[in-house]
């Protein structure tokens, strides 16, 4: 009897799994992989951090598939070069005919796939691949003249409008495969289960939870508690206001799909009710599909390339000293400190604080957002290759709905407004414990007022002479592109 190979990607989940779900009703043994690239990690710049999630989720995985008398395999690789070999070498060792996963959108991905999908071909193989990143796969919500969406608000309308039930029902944990079809080999894998080693390095990542049961729970609890609170508590980087779900959803240990049927039942009116924090919520789900439908449509995002083309003349200044106090949390503005220490300490920032230090470094600094999506991905926990790029580019004015470019925040205010005592910025930098309230925000002034000193940097530029600044390099940039 063939067996039917089930290659993991950025899935890795039994519920929800239509490449999975397709293997098991086959009615024929399946055996998983996961082919793990260390040299590609590295030039994606995934976070160690990121990686050791990944690989307690697939250790993780490994039990949910024994449950379902599947085998997981983890190998190791060099590159994405080596994965179509790889992968014809396993099927002639199991005498598989069909081997199922997932798309991927990313250009190297894309790319990889092709080569495997011919090379398999070659060797009378089936190459089957699902969409299950998205609720709508990309390519499918589109103008009315057949072109992609350049702007989120009316791609949200028109991704809405498709949406029906069917797209928001997710697919349960198929039955497990009959055990009496099990080759010999099959039977040994399961009852061994075979190391997983890795030789990237690694940060420990226990405080996020690698189980369905805690994952689920998570989702629940914050549809059920949180999510109508979302709209105006999802600002405020001292409150628990947000579901911290996206490292989850980054590497597909949940799908969309759960989340937005999740909310659904919880808010069965969100869909109408446009107003409230479920439906704004939701609009997060449809934002980080916005994002994979771009790169879909754009594969030059993924060659570093900006969106909007006349960008590209902006003479971006790398000053390697601004840069790295940028990347230590020592800018002399304590909401951007505060939040890099947070991203740098937890391998995660809060999503207005992602913002600000976004446009500090590309509006205040004169940094390209090219360095700052490269540090993210080195250290975000949910680093997510579409997502990260479209917000960098959002913040740079250099992308899709990224407004003129004199969209620039103003830390201070900022931090006055989403942190106003203060509360998170004191708890990242205890150097400014005795400055009271909202004086936090600019504790030399409060010293200066006090007769007293505060050994915290000053501000290694000043917004309002780099606020013009920028101004000046974008006008330059566009009037050099007419």
Not at 62 to 82: E, T
Request: aromatic letters at 10%; charged letters at 20%; hydrophobic letters at 40%.
């Amino acid at each position: 009897m063939s067996v039917q190979i089930l290659w993991f990607r950025n899935d890795l989940r039994t519920k929800d799994n239509h490449a999975l779900s397709t293997a098991v009703a086959s009615g024929k043994p399946v055996i998983a992989i996961y082919l793990l690239c260390t040299k590609q990690w590295q030039q994606h710049h995934l976070a160690p951090i990121q990686a050791d999630l990944i690989l307690r989720r697939l250790a993780q995985l490994q039990d949910d598939l024994a449950s379902l008398n599947i085998p997981l395999l983890v190998h190791q690789l060099d590159s994405f070069k080596q994965v179509p070999q790889s992968l014809v070498e396993l099927c002639e060792q199991y005498q598989a005919a069909d081997v199922h996963c997932h798309y991927q959108y990313e250009l190297n991905e894309q790319r990889r796939d092709e080569a495997v999908e011919q090379i398999l071909q070659a060797q009378q193989t089936s190459f089957h691949q699902y969409h299950g990143e998205c609720v709508m796969k990309p390519g499918t919500v589109l103008t009315r003249t057949g072109e992609s969406f350049k702007v989120f608000t009316p791609f949200r309308k028109a991704w809405l409008s498709g949406l029906t039930e069917a797209e928001f029902s997710p697919l349960a944990t198929p039955p497990a495969v009959d055990k009496h079809l099990l080759p010999a080999s099959f039977v040994e894998l399961l009852e061994s289960k075979p190391l997983l080693r890795c030789d990237y390095p690694l940060v420990d990542s226990s405080h996020w939870a690698c189980d369905d049961k805690q994952i689920i729970q998570q989702l629940r609890d914050f549809s059920a508690s949180k999510a109508a609170d979302y709209k105006t508590a999802r600002d405020f980087p001292a409150q628990a206001g947000t579901s911290k779900l996206s490292a989850y959803l980054a590497l597909g240990m949940l799908s969309p799909r759960q989340c937005l049927a999740r909310l659904y039942l919880d808010h069965p009116r969100c869909l109408e009710a446009q107003e409230g924090g479920a439906f704004t919520w939701l609009s997060e789900i449809v934002w980080r599909e916005f994002y994979r439908h771009l790169i879909a449509a754009n594969p030059r995002l993924c060659k570093g390339q900006a969106y909007i083309a006349w960008t590209e003349a902006v003479n971006w200044q790398h000053d390697e000293q601004l840069l790295k106090a940028w990347q230590e949390g020592r800018t002399g503005y304590p909401i951007v400190d505060a939040a890099m220490l947070q991203l740098k300490q937890t391998g995660w920032m809060h999503n207005r604080l992602r913002m600000i230090v976004a446009s500090f470094l590309t509006k205040d600094l004169l940094v390209s957002w090219r360095e700052g999506e490269r540090w993210f991905m080195q250290h975000l926990i949910d680093g997510d290759f579409a997502s990260n790029n479209g917000g960098w580019q959002w913040a740079a004015s250099t992308g899709t709905d990224a407004q003129p470019y004199f969209r620039i925040f103003n830390p201070t205010t900022q931090a006055q407004r989403f942190d106003p005592n203060g509360d998170f910025v004191r708890y990242w930098l205890p150097e400014l414990a005795e400055v009271p309230g909202k004086h936090v925000h600019q504790p030399h002034t409060w010293a200066e007022k006090n007769a007293t000193s505060v050994n915290y940097p000053m501000p290694i530029v000043d917004h309002a002479i780099q606020r013009k600044l920028a101004l000046s390099l974008f006008e330059q940039a566009k009037s050099q592109a007419q």
